[in-house]
Each structure stands twice: as C-alpha cells, then as structure tokens.
C-alpha cells in the first residue's frame, strides 16, 4: 500500500512563508505527476499547484509568484513552498501522487491526510 505523509503546516503571520513537504512511501514502482490541493472551509477543493516527474510545474492563479513547487523524486517527495502568504491562503493543503505500484499496471491517485495552513492578518 502507498501512504503520503505531510508535514510543515502551522500558523504564520501574513506576509510570511511556510513550506509544505508530503512524502510518498510503500511498495511504490513510480510516481507521475504530484501535487497540492487545498480546501477552505466551506469552499470547494481546488488545485495549487502540480509537478510532472520531468518537472513541468503548474500553479493557480493566485499563487503565481508566491508559490513554489518541487520534488525530489529520489525520496518520493514533493514540496511546496509558500512565500508572502495572505490571509486568503488559510485551508487544509492536501498532497497528491499518481503512483503505480510493483503489482500494478496502472497508476492511481493517492492523497495524504492533509495539513493545517492558518495565516494571520
């Protein structure tokens, strides 16, 4: 089985920077595209930002220029960092892998449990 484990959430104030970490572990074979998501209260999840295993990266609109994305595909890992943070920015940040297992052929989609982003005014 796969788990994704976060890390790096917390309170920061606005205009502050934190940086997420999501590590992948199992029998994993390879890992496609990962990514961030996150989740307001009351709102929709949406999408933050992604990263191919060839390092093509895509971000949304309002995290253009302040959010970065990485991984180091030697540890399963993916990363997020987050600079001058706004207090809009305030949700539970899931990580996302597609990964393929050695008894796979195929690869499906594996999210972590999620990790707390509060940003104060």
């Known amino acids: 089985q796969v788990q994704l484990v976060e890390s790096g959430g917390g309170l920061v104030q606005a205009g502050g920077s934190l940086r997420l970490s999501c590590a992948a572990s199992g029998t994993i074979f390879s890992i496609n595209a990962m990514g961030w998501y996150r989740q307001a209260p009351g709102e929709k999840r949406e999408l933050v930002a992604t990263?191919?295993?060839?390092?093509?990266?895509n971000y949304v609109d309002s995290g253009k220029g302040r959010f970065v994305i990485s991984r180091d595909n030697a540890k399963n890992t993916v990363y997020l960092q987050m600079n001058s943070l706004k207090t809009e920015d305030r949700a539970v940040y899931y990580c996302?892998?597609?990964?393929?297992?050695?008894?796979?052929?195929?690869?499906?989609?594996?999210w972590g449990q999620g990790t707390q982003v509060t940003v104060s005014s």
């Open positions: 996302t892998a597609e990964v393929k297992l050695y008894s796979s052929s195929y690869y499906v989609r594996k």
């Open positions: 990263i191919t295993n060839s390092g093509s990266t």
